[in-house]
Nanobody, 123 residues
């Protein structure tokens, strides 16, 4: 059974940094891609960033470009999201996502989700 377990969320002041981690288990084959989404109260879940598991090619939402960096460790089956220069509007529950084949570009098509980790940025 595939599991995605996130960690690293918390409370941080505006301008600060956090690093999220997502460890995948239960699958021996490589992923197509893994990524991060977020959902703020009263809003829809939105794409943040994704990375091709074999290519390392990344794709970021415009709202986080230049501030967030996604990376992966294939040996540990783990994906990371380094978040710098955090803003109050980054406050949300952040979800790890995995797709067996192909690139993650939207909520639809994601095969597996983590349980989410809260990120709160105080202004």
């Amino acid at each position: 059974q595939v599991q995605l377990v996130e960690s690293g969320g918390g409370l941080v002041q505006a301008g600060g940094s956090l690093r999220l981690s997502c460890a995948a288990s239960g699958r021996t084959l490589s992923w197509g891609s893994m990524g991060w989404f977020r959902q703020a109260p009263g809003k829809e879940r939105e794409f943040v960033a994704a990375i091709g598991w074999s290519t390392g090619r990344t794709n970021n939402a415009d709202s986080v470009q230049g501030r967030f960096t996604i990376s992966r460790d294939n040996a540990k089956n783990t994906v990371y999201l380094q978040m710098n220069s955090l803003k109050a509007e980054d406050t949300a529950v952040y979800y790890c996502a995995a797709k067996v084949l192909g690139a993650i570009v939207a909520v639809t098509g994601v095969d597996y989700w983590g349980q989410g980790t809260q990120v709160t940025v105080s202004s």
